[in-house]
């Protein structure tokens, strides 16, 4: 049971990494891209932890998983905004938008 | 099951076309990096893929490794941007 719901869970995070990819390659601009790139590898990434403690079912394993969501979690909001603000100091700006 | 654990790798690999494409041609730096991002995205997926293929725990630790060094590799590369743009380095 709970190794199906594993299996699931990290079927949907390979999707969802795909949509990221897709989003990576297919979005106009700087900003946008890495719209994609942060928020939906974010999801996509804590799901998979999320998967493979169900597939593990193990205490070693579980543990470990958490700590990485925490590092994931603690982490990647501010590499992206750094890098956002970085990106838009150097000038880049949504396309469609004429400032 | 070992087949499943292999359609991952595949879809993994899949997802790293497009995450190669954008840190190869940009055609910003910010999108090199945001590329390279990616990359780091998929790496940690293919880390953990990696342990629940061989059932060892050593594998998990170099997911934590790999999203540190993301992070600091993000940052730096963000700081370079912002000095090259002349804006402050905070």
């Known amino acids: 049971m709970t190794a199906t719901v594993g299996w699931l869970v990290c079927g949907l995070a390979l999707l969802i990494l795909l949509i990221a990819a897709l989003g990576v390659y297919r979005l106009p601009d700087a900003l946008s891209r890495q719209h994609a790139a942060t928020k939906a590898a974010t999801l996509s990434l804590t799901l998979f932890a999320l998967g493979t403690a169900l597939l593990a079912w193990d205490w070693a394993w579980t543990w470990r998983l958490l700590v990485l969501v925490t590092i994931l979690f603690a982490t990647l909001p501010l590499a992206s905004h750094a890098l956002g603000r970085a990106a838009a100091d150097a000038g880049e700006r949504e396309r469609g938008d004429d400032r | ?90």
């Open chain 2, 1 to 90: 099951m070992t087949l499943l654990f292999m359609l991952f790798v595949v879809v993994a690999g899949l997802a790293t076309v497009p995450g190669l494409h954008r840190l190869l041609v940009g055609p910003t730096l910010a999108d090199r990096v945001i590329g390279l991002d990616l990359l780091f995205a998929i790496a940690i997926v293919l880390s953990l893929t990696a342990a629940l293929l061989s059932q060892r725990t050593v594998f998990l630790d170099v997911a934590m490794g790999l999203a540190v060094v993301g992070f600091v590799a993000t940052l730096a590369w963000a700081r370079l941007i912002q000095l090259r743009a002349g804006g402050d380095s905070e």
